[in-house]
């Protein structure tokens, strides 16, 4: 197990500064691309975050507004 830090991580906001998305270590374009080994693909831990993004949205997002008939 070990620890890393990035140059190009927004820790706050867990973002990666260099390709403007959430930061998910190995994902394409990263610079840890094709130099680690995780125990979870880079695409399988992007898809993870991608729906925790649209549960949130879905949490915050107002009610949708009814009409009369
Ligand atoms: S995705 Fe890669 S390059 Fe971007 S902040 Fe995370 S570790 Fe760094």
């Given at each position: 197990?070990?620890?890393?830090t990035?140059?190009?991580h927004?820790v706050?906001?867990d973002?990666c500064?260099?390709?403007?998305?959430?930061?998910?270590?190995?994902?394409?374009?990263?610079?840890?691309?094709g130099?680690?080994?995780?125990l979870?693909?880079?695409e399988?831990?992007?898809?993870?975050?991608?729906?925790a993004r649209?549960e949130r949205?879905?949490?915050?997002?107002?009610?949708p507004?009814?009409?009369?008939?």
């Amino acid at each position: 197990m070990s620890t890393f830090t990035c140059a190009h991580h927004d820790v706050p906001k867990d973002w990666c500064l260099l390709l403007k998305t959430d930061c998910v270590p190995g994902r394409p374009g990263c610079v840890l691309r094709g130099k680690s080994v995780f125990l979870v693909s880079a695409e399988e831990r992007i898809r993870e975050k991608e729906q925790a993004r649209r549960e949130r949205e879905l949490a915050i997002a107002p009610p949708p507004v009814r009409r009369r008939p």
